[in-house]
């Protein structure tokens, strides 16, 4: 449910941060890593992840937050909902942005 949600919101927010950004192109993977972790997290969130890429390939990345910037916003949650993840949010934002990227690049 939030990754779907974070999705919906990552098609409508790359528009909105390409405009305020006026980031260059990235070249590589890890550029890309770096532009997301550096730029868009600290622009909508106000934190800054570390970037871990440990793939042998160089096609995968992980974001590593020291704190979450989402627990901010959340009341503790119901017994009966402990096992809501609602950190999922971020992943689908992250995954429909770089998909509207990716769509808008091969146009």
């Known amino acids: 449910c939030f990754l ?3 999705y919906s919101i990552g098609i409508r927010l790359i528009d ?6 006026a980031v260059k192109k990235c070249r590589s993977y890890s550029e890309t890593a770096d532009m ?23 096609n995968e ?3 590593i937050l020291d704190k979450n910037p989402l627990v901010d916003f959340v009341e503790e949650l119901p017994v009966e909902r402990a096992s809501l993840c609602y950190c999922n949010l971020l992943c689908g934002v992250i995954r429909g942005a770089l998909e509207m990227v ?3 690049t091969h146009v």
């Open 61 to 63: 990345f992980s974001l």
């Open 4 to 6: 779907l949600r974070g």
């Open 102 to 104: 990716r769509k808008c």
């Open 16 to 21: 909105d941060f390409l405009a305020r950004s």
């Open 36 to 58: 997301i972790a550096q730029v868009a997290f600290k622009m909508y969130l106000g934190v800054t992840p570390s970037v871990s890429c440990s793939s042998a390939t160089g």
